[in-house]
């Protein structure tokens, strides 16, 4: 086993000038296809859950209106957005495990 001293002996300390360091442009989405695929897919996945949140405050706030004057329509609208928000969950739970955990 080598002593620190031998280490320190084997491997001096280099710096590296600021101007020098050129960005990492390789880890983008233009130059891999996992991380196009996981930004494109995260991105729409946030767009429908952005969407959704849109549409069920607004049923909760103005739309409640509706409520008092076609309830029938009103309770068809709450369970097409309800529908809609399963519809995110399940993809969710399929995006996850594939983005995240493999």
């Known amino acids: 086993m080598e002593s620190e001293e031998a280490k ?5 300390e280099i710096t590296i000038a600021a101007a020098d360091i ?3 442009q390789n880890y983008g989405p233009w130059h891999n296809t996992f ?5 494109t897919l995260s991105g729409l996945h946030a767009l429908h859950i952005l969407g959704g949140s ?3 405050f607004y049923l909760w706030g103005p739309g409640s209106k509706m409520w008092k004057t076609d309830p029938e329509r009103f309770t068809n609208r709450i369970e ?4 809609f928000w399963h519809f995110v969950d399940l993809v969710w739970i ?5 983005l995240y955990l493999l």
């Open 22 to 24: 050129q960005k990492m």
């Open 35 to 39: 991380t196009a695929i996981y930004f």
């Open 94 to 98: 399929f995006l996850f495990p594939v």
């Open 8 to 12: 320190k002996a084997l491997h001096s």
């Open 80 to 83: 097409v957005s309800g529908l």
């Open 54 to 56: 849109i549409v069920i």
